[in-house]
């Protein structure tokens, strides 16, 4: 059981180039998440998705797309990469039921530390 | 977006002393989480809380749903020296998690 895996681990961008970062898990969580961490500060929600076919804006959305065609998948893309966007990456996911005490647990992946120069 | 106010932002100990940190909010949440992530690690999940007063252990760990939903503690005892790094709480309210900015921790030998 892998868990959430996130790729690559390590990428030096050039402005205005383009990427995606992969992230897939395999629990069968219905709730994925990607958050960037920069140093001092909390984990920032970027995009979210609540089911295949479904995504919704964070808090920090501009610069950055998602798609989630299907439960295990859910990549990152950044379409025109500025020094703004160097940050440390975070997927994650979680099986989110109704009710309190219902077992709601977020699981990270490893990150991906983005540099844009 | 909101985020959760904890406290210490740092501590440096001896090895074998306790460690006790918090995690406050305005708000009420249905899920307290504690996390420690090492360095050029993603974050790993060490206690979960579900339930207002509760409190619940992981070895040397322990950590408590406040009574008013509005906190969260962690307590580490007889530290050793793997312990290094930043341990940092979350809240579930509705849809969303929320995190504390981290607290960071040295363990001197």
């Known amino acids: 059981n892998a868990g959430v895996t996130q790729t690559p681990k390590f990428r030096i961008l050039k402005i205005g180039q383009s990427m995606t970062l992969q992230c897939t898990q395999d629990?069968?969580?219905?709730?994925m998440y990607w958050y960037r961490q920069d140093p001092g500060m909390g984990l920032k929600l970027i995009y979210y998705?609540?089911?295949?076919?479904?995504?919704d804006k964070g808090e920090v959305p501009n610069g950055y797309n998602v798609s989630r065609s299907t439960t295990e998948d859910f990549p990152l893309r950044l379409e025109l990469a500025a020094p703004s966007q160097t940050s440390v990456y975070f997927c994650?996911?979680?099986?989110?039921?109704?009710?309190?005490?219902?077992?709601?647990?977020?699981?990270f992946g490893e990150g991906s530390w983005l540099t844009v120069v | 977006g909101q985020q959760l106010n904890q406290s210490p932002q740092s501590m440096f100990i001896q090895e074998g002393e306790d460690v006790s940190m918090n995690c406050t909010s305005s708000?009420?949440?249905?899920?307290w989480l504690w996390y420690k992530q090492d360095p050029g690690e993603g974050p790993v999940l060490l206690i979960a809380?579900?339930?207002?007063?509760e409190l619940t252990s992981n070895g040397r760990l322990t950590a408590q749903f406040g009574i008013t939903r509005k906190d969260s503690f962690l307590n580490i005892s007889a530290s050793i020296p793997s312990d290094v790094g930043i341990y940092f709480c979350?809240?579930?309210?509705?849809?969303?998690?929320?995190f504390g900015t981290g607290t960071s921790l040295t363990v001197i030998p």
């Open positions: 998705s609540v089911g295949a076919g479904i995504t």
């Open positions: 809380l579900y339930k207002a007063g």
């Open positions: 979350a809240g579930l309210s509705g849809n969303q998690f929320y």
């Open positions: 708000s009420i949440f249905n899920t």
């Open positions: 994650a996911s979680s099986y989110r039921r109704t009710g309190l005490g219902s077992g709601n647990t977020i699981y």
């Open positions: 629990m069968n969580h219905n709730y």
